[in-house]
């Protein structure tokens, strides 16, 4: 490791299959953990390149234990994180209202690394037991819509780094790599990133498969569609910056999207959005989220169309139902 760290100290990028291959020499534990802090903390001091990005996400897929979700047109919808904004789980309440309006969610998710609470904690407070038994997967979707990929039980070759990333508390390019490597690689996506640079490394990486995609960005720094001022939306066909007026919604403050900084605290969020009693501003960001999630599985509907989708999904009861459902 001291070889691969002088070499990058000396402003090197590492190529796709250097990358790849250290990756995976962490994986088998051949690293201290101050090795790998030492590692993670490298691409917090400059930008990732594509190449190094490429090469991380095969070694991760490499090493992943797959899926077959294939019966399923499924979508994920799972933003980056590591945008420090802490803000409640926007992208999983998104991923019931989809499933919630009939389309089949396959949800990759982790703890949180960098915010205070992440998919993975708000799901098990809930009391849904994570599990990666295929045939219970398919279950789920087939006669629920949605299921949980709970990151570290397809991934387990990581468990030497998930102790490192946890003690720094901060963003690393595991935060970048979390929505390119849902174990059932979806044909469908939709995905939050932290900045317009990795909007453009995303944008790259996409156009190299065969993916229904939208890459959101709002420039104030979120990592999804926060409705706090305009954003950079990129499809496959298409890119535009919006603002949030234009399509019918209210600015909103930044104070109304922070999450509780406790699990507890921001699972009764979760649950007040499910049932419609949240405040309003979290209910239009979780709907416009959904309609763009819902506009990227059915590319010919229009934005109307797919907001009143979800619509009668949250407001309708659908999405507390399909939750209730997984749940048991």
Not at 126 to 133: D, I, P, R, S
Not at 236 to 255: C, D, H, R, S, Y
Not at 271 to 278: F, H, I, N, Q, T
Request: hydrophobic share 40%.
């Amino acid at each position: 490791m001291k070889e691969i760290l002088s070499y990058l100290f000396g402003y090197h990028q590492l190529s796709s299959s250097q990358a790849e291959e250290i990756l995976m020499e962490i994986a088998e534990g051949k690293f201290t953990t101050s090795e790998i802090a030492s590692f993670l903390t490298v691409f917090n001091m400059r930008n990732i390149s594509i190449e190094e990005l490429d090469g991380f996400r095969n070694a991760l897929l490499k090493m992943c234990i797959p899926v077959d979700l294939s019966d399923f047109n499924t979508i994920d919808l799972c933003g980056t994180g590591g945008d420090g904004k802490d803000t409640f789980n926007i992208s999983t309440l998104t991923a019931f209202v989809v499933a919630g309006a009939g389309y089949k969610v396959a949800k990759h998710g982790n703890y949180g690394a960098s915010s205070s609470c992440g998919s993975s904690n708000v799901m098990e407070y809930l009391g849904y037991q994570f599990h990666n038994n295929e045939k219970d997967l398919q279950r789920e979707l087939d006669k629920v819509g949605i299921t949980f990929l709970h990151a570290p039980l397809f991934n387990p070759a990581m468990k030497h780094v998930a102790p490192v990333r946890k003690a720094l508390g901060l963003k690393t390019f595991f935060n970048m790599l979390g929505p390119l490597v849902n174990p059932s690689q979806p044909k469908n996506q939709m995905v939050g990133v932290f900045n317009l640079e990795l909007a453009r490394m995303y944008q790259y990486l996409f156009q190299q498969s065969d993916k229904n995609y939208t890459i959101v960005h709002t420039l104030e720094g979120y990592d999804e569609i926060s409705l706090t001022g305009p954003f950079k939306l990129i499809q496959n066909k298409k890119e535009q910056i919006i603002e949030p007026t234009t399509l019918g919604f209210k600015k909103v403050m930044a104070t109304e999207l922070a999450s509780s900084g406790d699990v507890k605290g921001t699972a009764n969020m979760f649950l007040e959005v499910l049932k419609g009693e949240a405040p309003q501003a979290k209910m239009e960001v979780v709907l416009c989220n959904a309609a763009f999630a819902i506009q990227t599985m059915d590319t010919g509907l229009s934005f109307e169309d797919a907001l009143e989708q979800a619509k009668e999904s949250l407001l309708g009861g659908k999405a507390l139902k399909v939750f209730k459902m997984l749940i048991a």
